[in-house]
T-cell receptor, first 115, second 115 residues
């Protein structure tokens, strides 16, 4: 079955450490997205990518970095510059086109905690 | 710019009560509209969608009608169950400024159903 897989489900980061969250999809979707969700809050867009080797900053890109070397993969690195990284991170993918009838497919999320 | 506004939660209902979660939007052009549901600790799942004015999306007893005249897409269910307890997000596809395909999400509304 096609889907989108995030790993790990839980991740613990020490102060000053970079960590990378994995997101892989086998839906042949063009676009991929990273969102941050804080408790009781909505979704905030970190980065998105429409095609391989290209990505754009979202609303809260500072302290994060991404790469898109393969269509299937869109890893997110939370750097030490992100001062408050504890949150639930969601990856999503979609078909990119002029009429997005299909919406997004989401992964099951990674919960990152600073220890 | 384009935006989505949802009623604030939490919404607390007894089992078998009627549910309405209000969603209004501001958009240029003719966006597609979506409702997503998020169960605790999970990613978002597409609940229903509508792609043009007067369309009705429906799934699992939930319904929403795309009302262009009132710029609304309210979510309704005739008889809620405890298992419907979740966070519900309204979203629209962003056709503005060439950003076709990206979704804009509301803040989410938490529904709690008590037995």
């Amino acid at each position: 079955d096609g889907g989108i897989t995030q790993s790990p489900k839980y991740l613990f980061r020490k102060e000053g450490q970079n960590v990378t969250l994995s997101c892989e999809q086998n839906l042949n979707h063009d676009a991929m997205y990273w969102y941050r969700q804080d408790p009781g809050q909505g979704l905030r867009l970190i980065y998105y990518s429409q095609i391989v080797n290209d990505f754009q900053k979202g609303d809260i890109a500072e302290g994060y970095s991404v790469s898109r070397e393969k269509k299937e993969s869109f890893p997110l690195t939370v750097t030490s510059a992100q001062k408050n990284p504890t949150a639930f991170y969601l990856c999503a993918s979609s078909i990119w086109g002029s009429d997005n009838y299909y919406g997004y497919t989401f992964g099951s999320g990674t919960r990152l905690t600073v220890v | 710019g384009n935006s989505v506004t949802q009623m604030e939660g939490p919404v607390t209902l007894s089992e078998e009560a009627f549910l309405t979660i209000n969603c209004t939007y501001t958009a240029t052009g003719y966006p597609s509209l979506f409702w997503y549901v998020q169960y605790p600790g999970e990613g978002l799942q597409l609940l229903l969608k509508a792609t043009k004015a007067d369309d009705k999306g429906s799934n699992k007893g939930f319904e929403a009608t795309y009302r262009k005249e009132t710029t609304s897409f309210h979510l309704e269910k005739g008889s809620v169950q405890v298992s419907d307890s979740a966070v519900y997000f309204c979203a629209l596809s962003d056709h503005g400024s060439g950003n076709t395909g990206k979704l804009i999400f509301g803040q989410g509304t938490t529904l709690q159903v008590k037995p």
